[in-house]
């Protein structure tokens, strides 16, 4: 499984995430079902960066986890 990190910007009303690439670009990617990640936290330390770990090897590509 291939697997790259983005850093957590948002996430949709949907409930996507929203990350931001190394480049700067900004893209929604779906969770896998099961993962619970809520705007609630997103915003529960905003000092704090948050990960998703995303598996690139499906199509589309999926969020496996929240760091």
């Not at 609630?40 to 948050?50: A, G, T």
Request: hydrophobic share 40%.
């Amino acid at each position: 499984m291939a697997e790259i990190k983005q850093l957590i910007v948002g996430i949709t009303r949907e409930g996507d995430i929203i990350v931001k690439s190394g480049r700067g670009k900004m893209y929604s990617v779906k969770k896998i079902p099961g993962l619970k990640f809520t705007c609630e936290d997103l915003f529960q330390d905003v000092e704090k960066e948050l990960y998703a770990t995303i598996d690139t090897d499906v199509q589309p590509w999926e969020c496996i986890a929240i760091e």
